[in-house]
């Protein structure tokens, strides 16, 4: 029996699956603050919801998978930077407050790259066990994703490219 047969959490790691573990906490752990501050942000109160739910049952979950797994295997884990406090969003001057609109695009253009990267995680690994956790990693940035489109297009946020109706 070789080193790769068996149990994938017996398995040992390849050094593109650590660096991309690694990073990928490293990311998830700053995007938790940059989501703590969009949701201070927020002020219409479905976005808001979204975005918490989104914190919560997404990425804080893909924090404590990977973090497991690099902990597991001996790997340091990286910093996290300190939490933000909750702030009333009117507290914030108008000037310097992001609107609902643009923190929905971003959250969108972060899931989108989320899913890149879950996926060339999911290519590169050769651990079952990596590549499962990822592709439930991407199922679960797909719902948030159409979600968070569904939600765009009913409160007319949505900017859609040029339109080709004939």
Not at 19 to 34: E, Q
Not at 102 to 109: N, P, S
Request: charged letters at 25%.
């Amino acid at each position: 029996m070789g080193i790769l047969n068996g149990n994938p959490q017996d398995e040992p790691l390849h050094s593109g699956e650590i660096y991309h573990l690694w990073s990928h906490l490293f990311a998830t752990k700053s995007y938790l603050v940059t989501l703590q501050v969009l949701i201070n942000h927020t002020g219409d109160k479905d976005l808001k919801a979204l975005l918490e739910d989104f914190m919560e049952n997404c990425i804080k979950q893909e924090e404590q998978q990977s973090e497991a797994i690099l902990s597991t295997n001996g790997i340091r884990l990286p910093p996290a930077p300190p939490a933000r406090p909750s702030v009333d969003v009117n507290d914030i001057p108008a000037g310097a407050r992001f609107n609902d609109p643009e923190i929905a695009f971003l959250v969108q253009k972060e899931i989108v790259a989320g899913k890149l990267l879950c996926t060339f995680i999911m290519g590169i690994a050769i651990r079952e066990d990596i590549a499962q956790m990822y592709g439930e990693f991407l199922d679960q940035k797909t719902e948030y994703e159409e979600k968070l489109l569904k939600m765009t297009k009913e409160k007319g946020w949505l900017v859609p490219p040029p339109l080709n109706i004939k």
